[in-house]
């Protein structure tokens, strides 16, 4: 054979071989296309599945809190004995406005009848006794939130999902349900923010399966009908296997499409979403890119067997031709072209003309310069190209070309050097990267979005190739541990030495178990050793982000948290639990925790041999006070238990019991054990005997009535403070005073008894009391602002003058002599009242609006916020006065002045300057001027509107409109006095254009509206 003929065979089987390589590749490449597509399908219903979860979750959140919150509106209600229906109304009112999409709040009755909400009538009030949330309610006091299917609503008139929770007498007992229905468009809504494509859909469904709603309806069908639960049976077998979530592939039988469905049970409500994504929709990018594939194929079909004719008709060439078109043919698709020394083109391919815009003749000749434009056509000549033809093998180079219009692109360049005849040329193949190149800066902003995310958690991550057994960890792992991001290596072998050993198994265990399949997720906390030498712990999180085909895990990623200062707390936690069981078993009183029904759920008994026999712990647990207590003082503690749940307030009370025989006086403090909830989570009672102080206090008693008829005779209220705080006598004026008998007084510990709560009822510490601070260090004291509380809870003021009692040297006691000043301090709030507010309007005046005006000016600018003056002046109000007489002038400023409050915020001022002039001055409106000046002028506007409402005066009806000046502010720049001044000057140009009107003040260091 010929070695013509063995090239032409060569040629022939070449050319086979590269089309069936290039079919085969083609399909290669569809095969994984289409499965990225179907995977891409099943994270974005995945990812929708949880947003949809999340989104409900937040709504129902926030629906059960406004539940709570009116429940314990109610509950309150109830404990005064009866429900103020106008004022529940206006509350339901106000949370409706917080919910919007609460269709209403409304309330029923123990019986079931709905007594309270929006479009009630009363005079065919609905049942809600037949409702099973509300029997479920009303047999389980624990019942929390209640969730129903959905139903036409017998009051909203429409399909609704019903959220209730049950509201209790004080007692405890069941006082009925307050329900929030939800209309079914809300839902749809919610499900419409979610764009999977035309033939997408979401579909909600309740516990039963039962068709809540779906996105797109189809209400024509029976499967879109409310409450319609035929579904397939591979999906009923699926909700009934219990699994939290699952995807799958499916043809839904109510349209016929074919599906990718992502099914979940939904966190915070028993519904199941279930979220499809067509294929029809999803491949459609892939079937475009399999026919622009399969184009490309044939294309190239075409082009091999053109390019094999020319080649076998053109064999016979010289062998320079032939390595010249050899090398012209290869890599076809890049744009190839030849240069001589000199820099000048002398072959191009089509593919690098069509780059260029240019036709192959044009370019023919041309120097590189022409194209080239990273390098100046000086650097080219003397620097580049010299490079280029000293290469002694192939090179890759980036750089940038320059088409006939002048556009820019991103090549990248392979060059080699090749000699024909002693000739050298430099054979250059380039390539479009453009696309490249933006996915690499695509790529880069996104991992840059992604450790910035990572770095506002102050989380770390890892990756971990569990097929090569590498691990890396990004340098938050190091400086967890103290060190500098380049100055330890975090791989795995770094990571195994500054493993605490004590924790190596544990994460190895918990490692294995994530592997197996056993767990959704890998999580372990573990410590590894700080730069500093002591141990940091760190959480751990991570999954599978890779398996092969037969499910063998590739792959994990996953995140590293400091939970260091969480397992110190937690330390400490322990240790102050621990200390405080040693000081329980210290203690010499006896200590009870019972929870909110009664229940002794834990005994602290003293330890010294003169305490009481009181009952073995063990034969206390688990029963009531009253099982172990005689009745009468069973009652004691009960009557104790219902006023803390009342007013929260503890309570002391005293009572004898015989134990053996021998009568024991017992002094108990009750206690309420509080948690999140304002409510008590149970109640910590100490019983301390008192019986020896009951021996000395009766002597102590013998000795008081030789001076009962001199404390009986001053008209200051008087009594004796024991070392244990405990009031040793006390007058007729002080009991008198105070609401208690003498029997109440003498004995009991003052402070708790009615000195515990400061004004503002804030609890008041024991060490804090001036009676405490006089027993400890002697001091004569005369205290002008305490507060004493009654025996019906109501308080006083006092000014009270405090005395060490001293015998043998030794303080024994403190004489307290006290006088209830109420009425000296309501003439100095009258006074200061007249001081500081508008005699008419009991608004503050001109000094008390300079005052707050002195306050807000360095406030705002501290929270780098605006306010605003707005200067007020009625309009025609002198012939009002004229015509009818001061009296008529102040019933109408009085008016005005109520208006004016109703028209502002509680942190607001409203004040009278004098006449028919007011001032209101506007705070926190923001940092951005425009939006604070819109919102003053909204408020202005807003005035105007209910100043301009007709005044019903006696036997007149008045129609009187104002005048409004608006001036922004924002810092200290602008002193008090001048800022009034502008917003006055902004006034007067309202009255001048004509009044009724609103204008806003030049803008002199303060932006105005």
Not at 241 to 251: D, F, L, Q
Not at 388 to 416: W, Y
Not at 902 to 912: G, H, L, N, P
Request: glycine share 8%; with cysteine; charged share 25%.
């Amino acid at each position: 054979m010929t070695p013509s003929r063995n090239l032409r065979t060569l040629l022939l089987s070449g050319l086979v071989g590269a089309n069936i390589l290039v079919f085969a590749l083609a399909g290669v490449s569809l095969h994984q296309s289409r499965q990225q597509y179907e995977q891409r399908a099943q994270i974005l219903t995945q990812n929708i599945a949880r947003a949809l979860d999340q989104d409900l979750s937040s709504s129902i959140e926030k629906i059960d809190l406004g539940l709570r919150a009116v429940s314990d509106e109610l509950e309150r209600e109830l404990a005064h004995k009866a429900v103020d229906e106008p004022r529940m109304q206006a509350f339901l009112a106000r949370y409706e406005q917080r919910l919007p999409e609460v269709e209403a709040f409304r309330v029923a009755n123990a019986a079931g009848l709905v007594i309270l909400g929006k479009g009630l009538d009363k005079e065919q009030r609905p049942s809600w006794s037949d409702r099973e949330y509300f029997t479920y309610l009303r047999d389980h006091a624990d019942g929390g939130l209640q969730v129903s299917k959905p139903r036409f609503g017998r009051v909203a008139k429409q399909y609704i999902v019903g959220f209730a929770r049950r509201y209790n007498h004080p007692d405890g007992s069941f006082a009925g349900v307050i329900s929030a229905p939800i209309a079914l468009d809300h839902f749809t809504a919610l499900l419409t923010h979610f764009d999977l494509g035309p033939q997408g859909t979401v579909i909600l469904r309740d516990a039963d399966l039962g068709l809540v709603t779906r996105v797109p309806p189809i209400p024509d069908q029976a499967a879109g009908k409310v409450g319609h639960n035929a579904v397939s049976a591979e999906f009923r077998k699926l909700v009934e296997s219990g699994v939290a979530s699952a995807t799958y592939h499916i043809t839904i039988a109510p349209d016929g499409i074919e599906r990718t469905l992502t099914y979940k049970r939904l966190t915070s409500v028993p519904m199941i979403a279930i979220v499809g994504a067509a294929s029809a929709d999803y491949l459609q990018g892939w079937y475009a890119e399999a026919y622009q594939t399969a184009g490309l194929s044939l294309g190239f079909l075409l082009l091999s067997l053109l390019s094999g004719g020319f080649v076998l008709h053109f064999l016979g060439l010289t062998m320079r031709e032939s390595a010249r078109n050899e090398r012209y043919l290869k890599s076809a698709s890049d744009g190839i072209h030849i240069l001589d020394a000199a820099g000048r083109l002398v072959e191009a391919n089509d593919r690098f003309c069509d780059m260029l815009g240019y036709r192959r003749d044009e370019l023919l000749g041309a120097d590189l310069a022409a194209w080239d434009a990273r390098w100046p056509a000086e650097a080219l000549r003397r620097e580049i190209l010299p490079k280029a033809f000293a290469l002694t093998e192939a090179t890759t180079i980036e750089t940038r070309h320059r088409r006939k219009d002048g556009t820019t692109f991103d090549v990248e360049v392979n060059l080699s050097v090749f000699s024909v005849d002693g000739q050298r040329f430099l054979y250059a193949s380039a390539r479009d990267i453009t696309q490249r190149k933006l996915l690499e800066r695509t790529m880069a902003a996104s991992e840059q979005r992604m450790e910035l995310a990572l770095a506002g958690a102050d989380l770390g991550s890892w990756d971990l190739d569990i097929a090569h057994a590498t691990c890396t960890h990004n340098a938050r792992l190091a400086t967890m541990l103290g060190y500098a991001p380049d100055e330890i290596e975090t791989n795995a072998r770094t990571f195994e030495a500054l493993l605490h050993p004590d924790d190596a198994a544990a994460l190895r265990a918990a490692f294995s178990a994530h592997l197996k399949g056993e767990t959704p997720s890998f999580e372990a906390e573990y410590r590894l050793r700080h730069r500093d030498d002591h141990w940091a712990w760190v959480l751990s999180r991570g999954k599978v982000v890779e398996r092969d085909d037969t499910g063998r895990a590739l792959r994990m990623a996953g995140t590293n948290l400091d939970i260091s200062e969480r397992k110190s707390s937690e330390a400490a936690l322990k240790m102050r639990e621990m200390r405080l069981a040693t000081l329980l078993a210290s203690m010499q009183d006896l200590v009870l925790v019972l929870d909110t029904g009664g229940t002794i759920v834990e005994s602290f008994q003293p330890s010294h041999a003169r305490r009481p026999a009181y009952a073995p712990r063990e034969q206390s647990l688990g029963k009531t006070y009253a099982d172990i207590l005689p009745p009468d003082i069973a009652s004691l503690y009960g009557d104790a238990l219902a006023g803390i749940i009342t007013d929260g307030q503890p309570r002391t009370f005293e009572y004898a019991l015989t134990i053996d025989g021998k009568e024991f006086i017992s002094l108990a403090t009750m206690s309420p054990m509080r948690g999140e909830s304002e409510y008590p989570t149970g109640f910590l009672v100490v019983v301390r005997d008192i019986t020896a102080e009951r021996e000395s206090q009766r002597e102590i008693e013998r000795l008081g009535r030789t001076n009962t008829l001199l404390l009986e005779s001053v008209g200051e209220g008087i009594f004796g403070v024991d070392l244990g705080y405990r009031a040793t006598f006390v007058n007729s004026a002080a009991t008198a005073m105070l609401g208690y008998t003498e029997a109440e007084l003498v004995g009991a510990d003052q402070h708790w008894l009615f000195h515990h709560h400061r004004a503002d009822g804030r609890p008041y510490a024991p060490q804090e009391c001036p009676i405490h601070m006089t027993l400890a260090d002697g001091q004569v004291r005369h205290e002008e602002n305490e507060w004493f509380w009654r025996k019906d809870g109501s308080g006083f003021p006092v000014a009270m003058t405090l005395t060490p009692v001293v015998e043998n040297g030794r303080r024994v006691g403190v004489v307290v002599v006290f006088q209830d000043i109420t009425e000296r301090q309501a003439r100095e709030v009258a006074i200061r009242d007249l001081a500081f507010y508008d005699a008419l309007t009991h608004l503050p005046n001109r000094r008390l609006l300079l005052d707050r005006l002195g306050v807000a000016l360095p406030a705002s600018a501290r929270r780098n916020s605006f306010g605003a003056i707005l200067y007020l002046d009625l309009d025609n109000f002198k012939p009002l006065n004229d015509t009818k007489g001061h009296a008529f002038g102040d019933l109408l400023l009085s008016e005005v002045a109520q208006r004016l409050l109703r028209c502002v915020r509680a942190e607001d001022t409203v004040a009278r300057l004098g006449g028919d002039e007011f001032v209101v001055m506007l705070e926190n409106l923001g940092p951005d001027a425009g939006q604070a000046a819109a919102q003053a002028n909204a408020i202005a506007e807003k005035i105007a509107a209910v100043l301009d409402v007709p005044y019903a005066l006696p036997d007149y009806r008045h129609h009187c409109t104002v005048s409004i000046g608006i001036c922004l502010f924002h810092g200290v720049d602008v002193e008090v006095g001048e800022l009034l001044e502008r917003a006055d000057a902004a006034m007067y140009q309202a009255k001048v254009a004509g009044r009724n009107t609103i204008r806003a003040a030049a803008p002199k260091n303060c932006l105005c509206a």
